[in-house]
């Protein structure tokens, strides 16, 4: 009963920026974290950012410092702004919402960085 919608996915350079959207709708009531995993050929599926319903944010060891998660609470949209994009940022990127014991994902956004 939750609709998670991703976009902003694409094809840049490395170096460059993209910043994925994740639009939630349904039944939601209060989540208690948001946030993207991805998934790249050859990996093990991988928890990129979160941010929980207090707004403490944690990432991943190897995006620290180039991604920043944030939400909009009142339009239910979380944001993964992709900064110093690198080729082995290559992946798909789902987003996630976690309310109680249930746990969401959006259909996935191809991210591709050309070397």
């Known amino acids: 009963q939750v609709q998670l919608v991703e976009s902003g996915g694409g094809l840049v350079q490395a170096g460059g920026s993209l910043r994925l959207s994740c639009g939630a709708s349904?039944?939601?009531?209060?989540?208690?974290?948001m946030g993207w995993y991805r998934q790249a050929p050859g990996k093990q599926r991988e928890l990129v950012a979160r941010i929980n319903s207090g707004g403490s944010t944690a990432y991943a060891d190897s995006v620290k410092g180039r991604f920043t998660i944030s939400r909009e609470n009142a339009r239910n949209t979380v944001y993964l702004q992709m900064n110093s994009l690198k080729p082995e940022d290559t992946a798909v990127y789902y987003c996630y919402l976690n309310q109680m014991e249930r746990l969401d994902w959006g259909q996935g956004t191809q991210v591709t960085v050309s070397s």
């Open positions: 349904g039944s939601i009531f209060r989540y208690n974290a």
